[in-house]
Nanobody, 121 residues
Framework: QVQLVESGGGLVQAGGSLRLSCAVS????????MGWYRQAPGKQRELVAT???????NYADSVKGRFTISRDNAKNTVYLQMNSLKPEDTAVYYC???????????????WGKGTLVTVSS
């Protein structure tokens, strides 16, 4: 059983900061890419940021310069530091991990249940 558990969401005023965490637990051989996605009310889920196992990062244009993704491989945890938050950042944020459960397994995507971030104006 693999679990991804997000934490750190909440209500913040515009211009404020939040830090999201996502811990991966269970029977895991290795974790490849990890990332954060978000889904605002009435909209499709969209990519926020990704990070490879070696630390290469990718960001959506809308968050570049404001959000920073990082990971702690020893803790199987990925973080999202969100600064200068805007009302349009309001969404449920989902953690994603592509991981292998066995050495001979192909990588598969797993998702957390999401954490709500609300930015008030």
């Amino acid at each position: 059983q693999v679990q991804l558990v997000e934490s750190g969401g909440g209500l913040v005023q515009a211009g404020g900061s939040l830090r999201l965490s996502c811990a991966v637990s269970g029977s895991i051989f290795s974790i490849n890419g990890m990332g954060w996605y978000r889904q605002a009310p009435g909209k499709q889920r969209e990519l926020v940021a990704t990070i490879t196992s070696s630390g290469s990062t990718n960001y959506a244009d809308s968050v570049k310069g404001r959000f920073t993704i990082s990971r702690d491989n020893a803790k199987n945890t990925v973080y999202l530091q969100m600064n200068s938050l805007k009302p349009e950042d309001t969404a449920v944020y989902y953690c994603n991990a592509n991981l292998r459960r066995r050495s001979f397994s192909a990588g598969m995507d797993y998702w957390g249940k999401g954490t709500l971030v609300t930015v008030s104006s």
